[in-house]
């Protein structure tokens, strides 16, 4: 049973050892992928700094330098959406970086929140802009620059929040007068129905005193013409009542 528990512990260095050298040689890696990045980076060669960067962070994905250099890399190609992720990244860790070295890293991390400052700057997101460089001037309170940029920011966010206020009055306006022609246009059209139908009343009107004052004027004309018929046949039957009255006294004479 002993030399079982004796193979069974040096079997556990074994493997402890093995895991710390394959550490050691991630570490290594990790620190000549940054050392060569940092090389490309300072020739400006920014494209080939990002990929020894990258290749950094495939052996530590945690790897802060590695991670805080591509967003840079990336930042100086104008890769600004890529960079902040990668600044969101070490922001993320910033409890964490404080720390492990907080005199060392406060500079860093302010330049993170400084750059996260400036690509809010160049999207308009002023609002965003102005969070971070008060972060920034948190770590790093002697940074003239990020006050100054800070202060622009301020200036710039209060301009656009003015310009949204005007925009949306002048809207609320347009809507408005909008709103009001439409109005107006409605009462113009049912004060336009309205006149049509007073319009069509009053002929209809007009239409059926026409038809009665012709219907009376035809009622009139009928009855003066039965009235002359009825004239005509009288004077007709007292012409031929007078000529039967003449011939029947000239019958009386003959004989």
């Not at 512990?9 to 992928?33: D, T, W």
């Not at 609320?172 to 139908?197: C, I, K, L, T, V």
């Not at 009139?220 to 029947?248: G, N, P, R, Y």
Request: hydrophobic fraction near 25%.
């Amino acid at each position: 049973m002993l030399n079982i528990e004796r193979k069974i512990s040096a079997i556990s260095v074994f493997v402890a050892l093995l895991l710390c050298a394959g550490s050691v040689i991630a570490q290594k890696a990790e620190r000549k992928n940054v050392r060569d990045g940092n090389k490309q980076y300072g020739k400006d060669k920014y494209t080939e700094a990002e990929v020894a960067y990258r290749k950094s962070i495939e052996v530590n994905p945690r790897s802060v330098e590695g991670i805080y250099n591509l967003g840079n890399a990336l930042y100086k190609q104008e890769k600004y959406p890529e960079a902040a992720e990668q600044y969101q990244l070490v922001a993320g860790q910033g409890e964490r970086i404080m720390r492990e070295a907080p005199n060392n890293n406060a500079e860093r991390l302010a330049g993170v929140f400084h750059n996260l400052g400036n690509i809010g700057m160049k999207s308009r997101e002023y609002q965003k802009s102005v969070e971070a460089y008060k972060q920034s001037l948190r770590l790093n309170p002697g940074d003239d620059e990020t006050r100054y940029n800070l202060a622009l920011a301020q200036k710039l966010l209060q301009d656009q929040q003015q310009q949204d206020q005007d925009q949306d009055q002048q809207q609320d306006q347009e809507q408005q007068e909008e709103q009001e022609q439409q109005q107006d246009q409605q009462d113009q059209q049912d004060q336009e129905q309205q006149n049509q139908q007073q319009q069509n009343e009053q002929q209809k009107t007009q239409e059926e005193e026409q038809q009665n004052e012709q219907m009376s004027r035809d009622n009139a004309q009928q009855i003066l013409d039965a009235f002359l018929q009825d004239e005509k046949d009288t004077q007709e039957k007292v012409k031929k009542a007078q000529m039967q009255q003449q011939q029947s006294r000239k019958r009386e004479k003959q004989w």
